[in-house]
């Protein structure tokens, strides 16, 4: 049976089945793309507390802290105690006097995932040698990504090696991207760590430090440096025939006029062999100054640490103090009461309460607001 339906239903029926298509046809909101937005709202603060020995004050509570931004008191609505799990980008340099060394790199390396906790995830990243248009270049190798699959670990640390430059800026913004480019799930939320072992000295990298570094604050990464003295073997083999020396790449020699001779009206040479065995030293000197100022700038802003070791013989005992100080951090976070986004850099305060007398704090010193 056939019946008439008034042409007005028959556009208003349209209209709402036009209406409920297109509804169907949104593209539905994933739960977790929203988790994501809120997460990266939220200001992560990692901290550690010692007493007035240097001894860590563990078992501690979210009422023992109080925390300030800009000097304006905030609400901590996120706290992790030191039990919880951290995910760890470790970066092994094996450019220069390390090419030597790789087996007891390895086997440092080896234990320091070994004295990290179970559930402690970890990534491994070093440099190697590649060849472009006919000629080697060194590059960032990510060996692999976060997993607590320590055989995993065991099998990337055994594929690590060497290179003959160090491209150490583009090792710290590869961490950023490729490692941690998303969001933490909740329980490694401002638990994520930079774990080097390097001299710090850049060779040949196309980025800089102040890219790298404002990645790295910015992403709330704490970083730690095992800072290896190289200088000595570097200066040793640096004077004499520049054809047959270990010699500075172009960019280190833009880099130490750029940095402390950028206004001298002295004649600045353009490659090594118009340096002589003086200003080799002193160029050396320099660029050697300027890494542990950034390691040490970085350290301190994230509320990491540098251990300077006189050899790679010395890492093992380096690396197990990292393991250990990454045991004990604690894990602060709150929403900013200053809803601006206008890319200002805002200065983080830790207070403890309730604590012994002398009670140390170590923690994250700030970060930069997000701008629209």
């Known amino acids: 049976m056939r019946y008439q339906i008034p042409c007005l239903f028959l556009i208003v029926f349209g209209s709402c089945l036009t209406a409920l298509d297109a509804q169907d046809n949104k593209p539905q909101k994933d739960p977790e793309d929203e988790i994501i937005r809120i997460d990266t709202e939220l200001v992560e603060v990692p901290v550690v ?12 509570k979210q009422t023992n802290f109080n925390i300030f931004e800009d000097g304006r008191r905030q609400e901590v609505s996120d706290f992790s ?19 030597s060394d790789l087996q007891l790199i390895q086997r ?13 995830r970890v990534s491994i990243i070093s440099f190697k040698t590649d060849v472009k248009n006919n000629r080697p270049e060194p590059v960032t190798e ?24 160090t491209p150490y800026y583009d090792g710290l913004l590869k961490i950023v991207e490729s490692i941690f480019d ?39 990464i704490i970083t730690y440096f095992i800072q290896v003295n190289t200088r000595d073997f570097f200066e040793q083999n640096l004077l004499g025939d520049c054809e047959s020396t270990i010699r500075f790449s172009s960019a280190q020699i833009r880099r130490y006029y750029r940095t402390f001779n950028a206004n001298a ?58 393991a250990d100080e990454i045991g004990m951090k604690y894990s602060l976070g709150y929403y900013s009461a200053n809803e601006k986004r206008d890319g200002t850099y805002r200065r983080i305060k830790v207070e403890l309460k309730g604590l012994p007398v002398g009670a140390q704090v170590r923690a994250r010193e700030g970060y930069t607001a997000p701008a629209n």
Do not use: H, W
């Not at 995910?87 to 006097?97: N, P, R």
């Not at 890494?291 to 005992?317: C, H, Q, T, Y």
């Open 49 to 60: 507390v010692m007493d007035k020995v240097g001894k860590p004050l563990l078992n501690l």
């Open 81 to 99: 105690a030191t039990s919880s799990p951290f995910e760890v980008a470790l970066l092994l340099d094996t450019s220069g006097s390390a090419r």
């Open 108 to 120: 440092s390396a080896q234990n320091f995932i070994n004295a990290l906790r179970p559930g402690d």
């Open 142 to 165: 990510v060996l692999s990504g976060l997993t607590d699959d320590r055989g995993a670990l065991r099998t990337a640390l055994e594929q690590i090696k060497t290179s003959n430059g």
């Open 182 to 220: 998303k969001a933490p799930k909740a329980e490694f939320r401002g638990r994520r760590a930079l774990v080097a072992l390097t001299d710090g000295v850049d060779s040949t990298s196309s980025s800089d430090f102040e890219e790298a570094k404002e990645m790295l604050e910015n992403a709330g």
């Open 265 to 322: 009206k002295m004649e600045k040479a353009t490659s090594f062999c118009q340096l002589g065995d003086f200003e080799r030293l002193a160029v050396s000197k320099k660029l050697y100054e300027l890494a542990a100022a950034e390691m040490n700038s970085l350290a301190k802003a994230s509320g990491g640490k540098v251990f300077p070791v006189v050899d790679l013989s010395d890492a093992r005992i380096a690396f197990k103090s990292v």
